[in-house]
Protein backbone atom coordinates (compact mmCIF):
# COMPACT_ATOMS: atom_id res chain seq x y z
CA UNK A 1 0.00 0.00 0.00
CA UNK A 2 1.32 3.82 -0.87
CA UNK A 3 1.77 5.96 2.22
CA UNK A 4 -0.38 8.56 0.64
CA UNK A 5 -3.69 6.17 0.24
CA UNK A 6 -6.00 6.28 3.05
CA UNK A 7 -6.22 3.36 4.77
CA UNK A 8 -9.69 2.60 5.83
CA UNK A 9 -10.68 2.26 9.42
CA UNK A 10 -12.20 -1.49 10.51
CA UNK A 11 -15.47 0.20 12.22
CA UNK A 12 -17.74 0.75 9.10
CA UNK A 13 -21.58 1.94 9.45
CA UNK A 14 -24.35 1.48 6.95
CA UNK A 15 -26.10 4.25 8.40
CA UNK A 16 -25.75 5.51 11.78
CA UNK A 17 -23.16 4.81 14.54
CA UNK A 18 -21.06 6.39 17.31
CA UNK A 19 -17.61 5.60 18.61
CA UNK A 20 -15.96 6.34 21.93
CA UNK A 21 -11.92 7.33 22.83
CA UNK A 22 -10.21 7.00 25.82
CA UNK A 23 -9.13 9.94 27.30
CA UNK A 24 -4.97 10.18 26.44
CA UNK A 25 -2.99 10.90 29.56
CA UNK A 26 -0.63 12.80 27.24
CA UNK A 27 1.71 15.09 28.31
CA UNK A 28 0.57 18.97 27.48
CA UNK A 29 2.89 21.89 26.63
CA UNK A 30 1.49 24.02 29.39
CA UNK A 31 -0.76 23.80 32.67
CA UNK A 32 -4.31 24.40 31.72
CA UNK A 33 -7.67 23.49 31.77
CA UNK A 34 -9.10 20.79 29.11
CA UNK A 35 -12.07 23.06 27.24
CA UNK A 36 -14.67 20.76 25.57
CA UNK A 37 -16.67 21.37 22.47
CA UNK A 38 -19.31 19.43 21.03
CA UNK A 39 -18.71 19.95 16.65
CA UNK A 40 -21.74 19.02 14.60
CA UNK A 41 -21.09 18.66 10.58
CA UNK A 42 -25.03 18.74 8.72
CA UNK A 43 -24.80 17.36 4.80
CA UNK A 44 -27.47 17.57 2.57
CA UNK A 45 -26.87 17.23 -1.00
CA UNK A 46 -29.39 16.90 -3.50
CA UNK A 47 -30.12 13.75 -5.09
CA UNK A 48 -30.00 15.34 -8.56
CA UNK A 49 -26.40 15.77 -8.07
CA UNK A 50 -25.79 11.44 -9.30
CA UNK A 51 -23.02 9.38 -7.99
CA UNK A 52 -21.58 11.86 -4.75
CA UNK A 53 -18.45 10.90 -2.49
CA UNK A 54 -18.12 13.37 0.22
CA UNK A 55 -14.96 13.62 2.85
CA UNK A 56 -15.17 15.42 6.42
CA UNK A 57 -12.20 15.99 8.26
CA UNK A 58 -11.78 15.28 11.60
CA UNK A 59 -9.80 16.61 14.54
CA UNK A 60 -6.00 14.57 15.43
CA UNK A 61 -4.81 13.80 18.30
CA UNK A 62 -2.03 15.40 19.96
CA UNK A 63 -0.87 16.89 23.52
CA UNK A 64 -2.90 19.62 23.15
CA UNK A 65 -6.30 18.03 21.85
CA UNK A 66 -8.25 14.73 22.21
CA UNK A 67 -10.79 13.73 19.88
CA UNK A 68 -13.51 12.04 23.00
CA UNK A 69 -16.25 10.65 21.10
CA UNK A 70 -17.50 10.72 17.35
CA UNK A 71 -21.49 9.68 16.30
CA UNK A 72 -23.12 9.51 12.89
CA UNK A 73 -26.45 8.89 10.89
CA UNK A 74 -27.07 9.42 7.19
CA UNK A 75 -28.54 7.75 3.88
CA UNK A 76 -25.12 5.89 3.08
CA UNK A 77 -22.53 3.62 4.50
CA UNK A 78 -20.01 6.09 6.52
CA UNK A 79 -16.34 4.99 6.24
CA UNK A 80 -13.50 6.11 8.84
CA UNK A 81 -9.71 6.60 6.76
CA UNK A 82 -6.23 7.52 7.91
CA UNK A 83 -3.78 9.28 5.26
CA UNK A 84 -0.95 7.12 6.70
CA UNK A 85 1.57 9.86 5.23
CA UNK A 86 0.31 13.09 7.16
CA UNK A 87 -1.93 11.43 10.06
CA UNK A 88 -5.20 13.17 8.77
CA UNK A 89 -8.18 11.55 9.29
CA UNK A 90 -11.22 11.51 7.50
CA UNK A 91 -15.02 10.35 7.76
CA UNK A 92 -16.12 9.40 3.85
CA UNK A 93 -19.48 8.50 2.71
CA UNK A 94 -20.46 7.30 -1.25
CA UNK A 95 -23.58 7.21 -3.05
CA UNK A 96 -24.29 5.48 -5.97
CA UNK A 97 -26.88 7.70 -8.45
CA UNK A 98 -30.32 7.95 -7.99
CA UNK A 99 -31.80 7.37 -4.38
CA UNK A 100 -32.63 9.90 -1.93
CA UNK A 101 -31.04 13.41 -0.91
CA UNK A 102 -27.14 12.73 0.24
CA UNK A 103 -27.37 13.06 4.32
CA UNK A 104 -24.57 13.14 6.70
CA UNK A 105 -24.67 13.86 10.14
CA UNK A 106 -21.59 13.77 12.07
CA UNK A 107 -21.27 14.77 15.68
CA UNK A 108 -17.51 14.96 17.61
CA UNK A 109 -16.47 16.29 20.64
CA UNK A 110 -12.97 16.75 20.95
CA UNK A 111 -11.18 18.53 24.33
CA UNK A 112 -8.55 21.45 23.98
CA UNK A 113 -5.96 22.81 26.12
CA UNK A 114 -3.84 26.16 25.60
CA UNK A 115 -0.39 25.61 24.17
CA UNK A 116 2.84 28.03 25.71
CA UNK A 117 5.72 26.37 24.46
CA UNK A 118 9.24 27.59 26.22
CA UNK A 119 11.50 28.87 23.81
CA UNK A 120 15.01 27.99 24.20
CA UNK A 121 17.89 29.14 21.96
CA UNK A 122 20.94 26.63 20.52
CA UNK A 123 20.95 23.66 18.26
CA UNK A 124 20.31 20.67 20.78
CA UNK A 125 21.00 17.86 20.69
CA UNK A 126 20.95 14.44 18.95
CA UNK A 127 20.07 13.60 15.01
CA UNK A 128 16.62 14.76 13.46
CA UNK A 129 14.04 12.43 14.23
CA UNK A 130 12.34 11.25 10.60
CA UNK A 131 8.91 12.10 11.39
CA UNK A 132 10.62 15.65 11.52
CA UNK A 133 13.29 16.05 8.33
CA UNK A 134 9.88 15.04 6.48
CA UNK A 135 8.67 19.11 7.14
CA UNK A 136 12.12 19.69 5.29
CA UNK A 137 10.85 19.46 2.08
CA UNK A 138 9.01 21.55 -0.13
CA UNK A 139 5.69 20.74 -1.87
CA UNK A 140 4.28 21.76 -4.82
CA UNK A 141 3.04 25.61 -3.48
CA UNK A 142 5.47 25.17 -0.66
CA UNK A 143 8.38 25.54 -2.23
CA UNK A 144 12.16 26.20 -0.97
CA UNK A 145 14.66 26.79 -3.60
CA UNK A 146 14.70 30.40 -6.04
CA UNK A 147 13.51 33.06 -5.02
CA UNK A 148 12.52 31.77 -1.43
CA UNK A 149 15.76 30.02 -0.63
CA UNK A 150 17.17 33.84 -2.07
CA UNK A 151 14.57 35.56 0.49
CA UNK A 152 15.23 33.24 3.49
CA UNK A 153 18.97 34.03 3.40
CA UNK A 154 18.63 37.48 3.25
CA UNK A 155 16.49 37.94 6.02
CA UNK A 156 18.19 35.15 8.69
CA UNK A 157 21.60 37.10 6.81
CA UNK A 158 24.15 34.00 8.24
CA UNK A 159 22.76 33.01 11.63
CA UNK A 160 22.80 29.48 12.44
CA UNK A 161 20.27 29.29 15.65
CA UNK A 162 17.23 28.09 14.75
CA UNK A 163 15.51 29.83 16.87
CA UNK A 164 16.43 33.13 15.97
CA UNK A 165 16.02 32.06 12.16
CA UNK A 166 12.46 31.26 12.91
CA UNK A 167 11.90 34.67 14.88
CA UNK A 168 13.14 36.64 11.77
CA UNK A 169 10.99 35.18 9.15
CA UNK A 170 8.17 35.00 11.77
CA UNK A 171 9.15 39.22 12.26
CA UNK A 172 9.54 39.47 8.71
CA UNK A 173 6.16 38.39 7.27
CA UNK A 174 4.84 40.52 10.34
CA UNK A 175 6.28 43.10 9.14
CA UNK A 176 6.28 42.64 5.25
CA UNK A 177 3.03 41.15 4.07
CA UNK A 178 -0.92 42.26 4.91
CA UNK A 179 -4.41 40.21 5.21
CA UNK A 180 -6.42 40.75 2.01
CA UNK A 181 -10.22 39.75 2.82
CA UNK A 182 -10.95 39.00 -0.81
CA UNK A 183 -9.05 35.97 -0.94
CA UNK A 184 -11.22 33.20 -1.18
CA UNK A 185 -11.44 30.68 1.82
CA UNK A 186 -7.95 30.61 3.57
CA UNK A 187 -5.89 31.02 0.48
CA UNK A 188 -3.98 28.55 -1.63
CA UNK A 189 -0.21 29.56 -0.20
CA UNK A 190 1.36 29.62 -3.72
CA UNK A 191 4.75 31.57 -2.09
CA UNK A 192 6.96 31.53 -5.13
CA UNK A 193 4.46 33.18 -6.66
CA UNK A 194 3.82 35.90 -3.92
CA UNK A 195 7.63 37.00 -3.88
CA UNK A 196 8.03 36.89 -7.47
CA UNK A 197 5.24 39.31 -7.67
CA UNK A 198 6.14 41.01 -5.25
CA UNK A 199 2.64 40.69 -3.57
CA UNK A 200 2.99 40.02 -0.19
CA UNK A 201 -0.97 39.60 0.79
CA UNK A 202 -3.58 36.86 1.76
CA UNK A 203 -5.04 34.94 4.43
CA UNK A 204 -3.59 32.37 6.94
CA UNK A 205 -3.00 29.65 4.38
CA UNK A 206 -0.75 32.49 2.27
CA UNK A 207 1.20 34.20 4.78
CA UNK A 208 1.82 31.00 6.81
CA UNK A 209 2.90 28.79 4.23
CA UNK A 210 5.58 31.92 3.57
CA UNK A 211 6.39 31.12 6.95
CA UNK A 212 6.91 27.53 6.47
CA UNK A 213 9.04 27.88 2.75
CA UNK A 214 11.37 30.33 4.40
CA UNK A 215 12.12 28.14 7.63
CA UNK A 216 12.67 25.22 5.35
CA UNK A 217 14.54 26.95 3.20
CA UNK A 218 17.02 27.73 5.89
CA UNK A 219 17.21 24.12 7.65
CA UNK A 220 14.11 25.13 10.29
CA UNK A 221 11.49 22.00 9.74
CA UNK A 222 8.02 23.83 9.86
CA UNK A 223 4.36 22.78 8.91
CA UNK A 224 1.04 23.85 8.81
CA UNK A 225 -1.39 22.75 11.09
CA UNK A 226 -4.96 23.21 9.88
CA UNK A 227 -8.51 23.56 11.53
CA UNK A 228 -10.92 25.91 12.58
CA UNK A 229 -11.87 28.25 15.68
CA UNK A 230 -14.60 27.00 17.89
CA UNK A 231 -14.87 29.84 20.76
CA UNK A 232 -14.10 33.34 21.47
CA UNK A 233 -10.86 34.58 21.74
CA UNK A 234 -9.47 36.02 25.13
CA UNK A 235 -7.18 38.72 23.23
CA UNK A 236 -8.48 39.92 20.21
CA UNK A 237 -12.02 39.15 18.45
CA UNK A 238 -10.20 38.56 15.03
CA UNK A 239 -8.23 35.97 16.83
CA UNK A 240 -11.55 33.80 17.40
CA UNK A 241 -15.48 33.53 16.87
CA UNK A 242 -18.42 34.32 18.30
CA UNK A 243 -20.60 32.39 15.88
CA UNK A 244 -22.28 28.84 16.42
CA UNK A 245 -22.15 28.23 13.22
CA UNK A 246 -18.45 28.05 12.17
CA UNK A 247 -18.79 26.76 8.33
CA UNK A 248 -16.41 29.68 7.08
CA UNK A 249 -14.26 29.73 10.72
CA UNK A 250 -11.39 27.95 9.15
CA UNK A 251 -8.08 28.52 10.01
CA UNK A 252 -4.64 27.12 9.55
CA UNK A 253 -1.58 28.24 12.03
CA UNK A 254 1.93 27.28 11.56
CA UNK A 255 4.82 25.30 14.02
CA UNK A 256 8.19 24.79 13.63
CA UNK A 257 10.39 22.79 15.53
CA UNK A 258 14.15 22.80 17.18
CA UNK A 259 16.00 20.21 19.16
CA UNK A 260 16.18 22.46 21.93
CA UNK A 261 12.19 23.23 22.49
CA UNK A 262 10.39 20.52 19.59
CA UNK A 263 7.19 21.90 18.20
CA UNK A 264 6.65 25.72 18.57
CA UNK A 265 3.39 27.34 17.45
CA UNK A 266 4.00 30.57 15.22
CA UNK A 267 0.64 32.20 13.28
CA UNK A 268 2.12 35.78 11.92
CA UNK A 269 -1.11 35.86 9.71
CA UNK A 270 -3.29 35.91 12.96
CA UNK A 271 -0.95 38.93 13.80
CA UNK A 272 -1.90 40.45 9.72
CA UNK A 273 -5.59 39.50 11.14
CA UNK A 274 -5.77 41.68 14.30
CA UNK A 275 -3.83 44.68 12.35
CA UNK A 276 -6.93 44.10 9.75
CA UNK A 277 -9.94 43.21 11.80
CA UNK A 278 -9.06 44.96 15.00
CA UNK A 279 -7.39 48.13 13.66
CA UNK A 280 -4.23 47.41 16.11
CA UNK A 281 -1.05 49.41 13.83
CA UNK A 282 2.25 47.64 13.81
CA UNK A 283 3.12 50.77 16.06
CA UNK A 284 0.37 50.22 18.44
CA UNK A 285 2.00 49.87 22.76
CA UNK A 286 0.14 46.48 22.48
CA UNK A 287 1.26 45.09 19.43
CA UNK A 288 5.27 43.73 20.99
CA UNK A 289 3.02 41.57 23.48
CA UNK A 290 0.58 40.16 20.67
CA UNK A 291 3.40 39.15 18.49
CA UNK A 292 5.35 37.48 21.67
CA UNK A 293 2.65 35.79 21.88
CA UNK A 294 1.45 34.23 18.64
CA UNK A 295 5.25 33.35 18.39
CA UNK A 296 4.83 30.41 20.98
CA UNK A 297 1.42 30.22 21.76
CA UNK A 298 -1.88 30.10 20.91
CA UNK A 299 -5.21 29.55 23.00
CA UNK A 300 -7.55 26.44 23.19
CA UNK A 301 -10.38 28.01 20.86
CA UNK A 302 -9.29 26.29 17.96
CA UNK A 303 -9.90 22.49 16.50
CA UNK A 304 -6.77 21.24 14.25
CA UNK A 305 -7.23 18.36 12.14
CA UNK A 306 -4.15 17.30 10.07
CA UNK A 307 -0.95 18.98 9.32
CA UNK A 308 -1.53 17.71 5.47
CA UNK A 309 -0.59 19.15 2.15
CA UNK A 310 -1.44 17.64 -1.87
CA UNK A 311 -3.84 15.07 -0.13
CA UNK A 312 -4.85 12.46 -1.70
CA UNK A 313 -9.09 11.34 -0.99
CA UNK A 314 -8.61 8.16 -1.71
CA UNK A 315 -10.87 5.78 -3.17
CA UNK A 316 -10.91 8.70 -5.51
CA UNK A 317 -7.95 10.40 -6.99
CA UNK A 318 -8.66 13.78 -5.61
CA UNK A 319 -5.72 15.72 -4.34
CA UNK A 320 -6.36 18.37 -2.55
CA UNK A 321 -3.87 21.09 -1.74
CA UNK A 322 -4.56 20.86 1.80
CA UNK A 323 -7.16 19.09 4.22
CA UNK A 324 -8.91 21.97 6.21
CA UNK A 325 -12.69 22.19 3.97
CA UNK A 326 -14.99 19.66 3.82
CA UNK A 327 -14.31 18.10 0.43
CA UNK A 328 -16.62 16.06 -2.19
CA UNK A 329 -17.40 15.44 -5.60
CA UNK A 330 -20.33 14.93 -7.53
CA UNK A 331 -21.42 13.30 -11.05
CA UNK A 332 -21.40 17.30 -11.84
CA UNK A 333 -17.85 17.84 -10.77
CA UNK A 334 -16.11 18.83 -7.79
CA UNK A 335 -17.83 20.19 -4.77
CA UNK A 336 -16.66 23.58 -3.04
CA UNK A 337 -15.60 22.97 0.20
CA UNK A 338 -14.85 26.56 0.36
CA UNK A 339 -19.06 27.83 -0.43
CA UNK A 340 -20.79 25.78 2.18
CA UNK A 341 -24.12 26.78 0.67
CA UNK A 342 -23.29 25.65 -2.59
CA UNK A 343 -21.85 22.68 -0.87
CA UNK A 344 -24.56 21.74 1.46
CA UNK A 345 -23.30 21.30 4.64
CA UNK A 346 -22.50 23.11 8.11
CA UNK A 347 -21.06 22.85 11.04
CA UNK A 348 -22.08 24.19 14.07
CA UNK A 349 -20.22 24.15 17.55
CA UNK A 350 -20.99 24.45 21.40
CA UNK A 351 -18.53 24.63 24.11
CA UNK A 352 -19.44 22.08 26.88
CA UNK A 353 -16.49 22.37 29.41
CA UNK A 354 -17.69 20.88 32.54
Not at 7 to 17: D, K, M, N, R, W
Request: contains cysteine.
Amino acid sequence: MQRRTFLAASAVAPFAGALSFATRATASPTAGKWRSFDMTYAVEIPASSGATRIWLPLPHDAPYQRLESMSWSGTAPISLHTDLDSGARAVHAAWADGGDARKVTLNVRVGALPRSVPLASGAGAGAMPEDVTKFLKPNEMIRTDGIVKETADKIVAGKTDPLVKAQLIYDWIVENTFRDPKVKGCGIGDIRTMLTTGNLSGKCADLNALFMGLTRAVGVPSRGVYGVRVAPSAHYSAMGTRNVDISKAQHCRAEFWTASTGWVPADPADVRKVVLDDKLALNDPKMPDLRRFLFGSWEANWVAFNHSRDVKLAPSNTVVNYFMYPEGETAKGPLDGVDPDAYGYKITVKEVTA
